[in-house]
């Protein structure tokens, strides 16, 4: 039976997952890293396991919250702590070993079956994830991690907490059905490593 759904939708991808100078035992080194970075993401926040799936995207990870997750909690400790341990790991590794990650955030309705999750707003965090502007956005920083927040996120943020918001940037996305906002923000950006 097919079920609608409220879900928060946390998407990370991996930048130049296959460039010439990586491996596959390389992808595979890059993958644990955003895995435990992301479970330490998850744990800091204080997100119960049963309130999340993983859904592996080979080059990055699609995270299914429950939508009584707390979105503010998520943007304010979750997202920081996988920043960071990204940013201790790229601190250490060798070139072809450091990551850059482009992340979407967004939260909406989706139908629910035996196989997953379909509907507009799943594929909505996608067009996020993959558009042009975050790519460039990526390439152009120095960051560690740029993530596009959806407008209704944007708006549960700015109506759930008063404290101390990312700098975001708003910025017009091009997808494939029409352009949509998307506010932009930089995570542990360090000038002096070198892409």
Known sequence: ??????????????????????S?????VMR?????????????????????????????IMTV??????????VHAA??????????????????HRIQLRAALHCGQVVQDEHGYAGRDISHVFRLLDSPELRVALTKSNADMV?????PVRLLMASGSSSAQPALTPVL???????ARAWFAEFASDPALSR
């Open 1 to 22: 039976m097919h079920q609608q759904v409220s879900r928060i939708f946390f998407g990370i991808d991996i930048a130049g997952f296959n460039r010439a100078d990586r």
């Open 24 to 28: 596959d035992y390389v992808g595979l």
């Open 32 to 60: 644990r890293t955003i895995y435990d970075a992301l479970q330490r993401g998850l744990d800091s926040a204080g997100i119960p396991p049963e309130c999340y799936e993983l859904l592996d995207r080979g080059d990055g």
């Open 65 to 74: 919250l429950d939508h009584s997750v707390d979105i503010v909690e998520l």
């Open 79 to 96: 997202v920081p702590a996988l920043a960071a341990s990204l940013h201790a790991h790229n601190k250490l590794a060798h070139q072809a």
């Open 147 to 151: 993530l596009a927040m959806s407008d």
């Open 173 to 179: 996305v091009t997808t494939k059905e029409s352009p």
